[in-house]
């Protein structure tokens, strides 16, 4: 008789803040906001939001085939602190207002001369929920090095939505950026995605389809959606193989048409929602980073992507962190130092690095 899959009742937001470590806001408007200098998170040990559904994990994953990725032990290293450079931010900015929906974006911008690349942030949620609240610590990290850092709400499952409204969400966040660049200080020639989870399946879509009309629609037309760097962390990439490296009735379960998740991709042809159909020589580079131990998002989702970007001739790098589970998600299961691995500085850093090298 075979087991039944185990599951965790998981966070709304795959990569959601575990810790205080918030920007002190109180009683602020969704306007400018300069915040006081703080530490990122040391530690992440609170408790995550509410999740709006079960979410399978597996028993136990397949290791890695390494040929083409590097393994990166970060366990030992210090966390990563902020508070060095001060930082402008704007919230809930409404990029994008398609049909009954405001979505909207928060920013932050270092407070130093001249023009910053761009990263847009996109959270993840299991395409159920996508809270621009997360990754705080993270985000904050990765502004201090120099960059404005975009966090983005974009359509769901939970709106009624499909997985090419997102992708469209994502570039309409991009060019309304790009529209507002002098008003916020922005290198429009300098724009990356940086994308967790759902939200990596995302920027990996955004960036391959570019020059694909269908994707591109909403406001801020005369604005490309192009990006120059992508960051995709423990992302999916072919939804058939969605289940590889776990149990069968893990894999069984991701698959399921009554699992929330599949909804985003009803109807879609075949391939036609994978970032893998879009792969081509002129793709930007591309950064993954996936856990060795992700028992929600399969190590061979990036791993296939990477080699299908690297056979056509496009640069990709791919980390494979030891002993990392999905981002924050490992803490919900009690495995708290599983996931601080990813604020760990060797972690953060190879993402800095990545942005550093993109944009020369």
């Given amino acids: 008789m075979?087991?039944?899959?185990?599951?965790?009742?998981?966070?709304?937001?795959?990569?959601?803040?575990?810790?205080?470590?918030?920007?002190?806001?109180?009683?602020?408007?969704?306007?400018?906001?300069?915040?006081?200098?703080?530490?990122?998170?040391?530690?992440?040990?609170?408790p995550p939001p509410a999740a709006p559904s079960s979410f399978p994990v597996a028993r136990s994953v397949a290791p890695s085939d390494l040929s083409t990725s590097v393994l990166q032990k970060v366990d030992g290293d210090p966390q990563i602190h902020c508070g060095r450079v001060e930082l402008t931010t704007h919230t809930d900015i409404v990029y994008s207002s398609p049909?009954?929906?405001?979505?909207?974006?928060?920013?932050?911008?270092?407070?130093?001369?001249?023009?910053?690349?761009?990263?847009?942030?996109v959270p993840g949620g299991g395409f159920m929920q996508a809270d621009k609240r997360g990754?705080?610590?993270?985000r904050t990290y990765v502004a201090e090095a120099g960059y404005a850092v975009a966090s983005i709400r974009y359509r769901t499952v939970t709106d009624g939505a499909h997985y090419t409204d997102g992708v469209a969400d994502v570039k309409s966040a991009v060019r309304f950026l790009r529209a507002h660049a002098a008003e916020y200080g922005i290198d429009p020639t300098r724009v990356a995605l940086w994308g967790e989870s759902a939200g990596g399946y995302l920027v990996a879509m955004t960036a391959l389809t570019n020059?694909?009309?269908?994707?591109?629609?909403?406001?801020?037309?005369?604005?490309?959606?192009?990006?120059?760097?992508?960051?995709?962390?423990?992302?999916?990439?072919?939804?058939?193989?969605?289940?590889?490296?776990?149990?069968?009735?893990?894999?069984?379960?991701?698959?399921?048409?009554?699992?929330?998740?599949?909804?985003?991709?009803?109807?879609?042809?075949?391939?036609?929602?994978?970032?893998?159909?879009?792969?081509?020589?002129?793709?930007?580079?591309?950064?993954?980073?996936?856990?060795?131990?992700?028992?929600?998002?399969?190590?061979?989702?990036?791993?296939?992507?990477?080699?299908?970007?690297?056979?056509?001739g496009a640069d990709s790098t791919r980390y494979l962190i030891d002993g990392a589970g999905h981002g924050d998600l490992a803490a919900v299961g009690g495995n708290v130092k599983s996931a601080q691995l990813w604020s760990t500085t060797g972690a953060m850093q190879d993402l800095v690095g990545f942005l550093a090298r993109a944009f020369g």
Wanted: proline content about 9%.
């Fill in 2 to 46: 075979p087991r039944t899959t185990s599951k965790v009742l998981v966070a709304a937001t795959l990569a959601a803040v575990l810790t205080s470590c918030a920007l002190d806001t109180a009683g602020a408007t969704p306007d400018d906001v300069s915040s006081p200098l703080h530490p990122c998170a040391s530690a992440r040990t609170g």
């Fill in 211 to 312: 020059g694909r009309p269908e994707f591109d629609v909403g406001d801020n037309l005369d604005q490309s959606s192009a990006v120059g760097a992508v960051i995709d962390k423990f992302g999916p990439s072919d939804m058939a193989r969605i289940g590889a490296d776990f149990d069968d009735d893990t894999a069984t379960a991701l698959t399921s048409p009554s699992f929330v998740s599949t909804q985003y991709f009803t109807g879609a042809p075949p391939g036609a929602a994978d970032p893998m159909s879009y792969v081509h020589a002129d793709a930007p580079p591309f950064l993954f980073m996936h856990g060795a131990d992700d028992r929600i998002v399969s190590p061979s989702q990036t791993l296939l992507l990477h080699n299908a970007l690297r056979a056509a």
């Fill in 99 to 121: 049909g009954s929906s405001a979505l909207a974006l928060d920013l932050q911008i270092p407070a130093t001369p001249g023009l910053k690349p761009l990263v847009v942030y």
């Fill in 135 to 138: 990754a705080l610590d993270l």
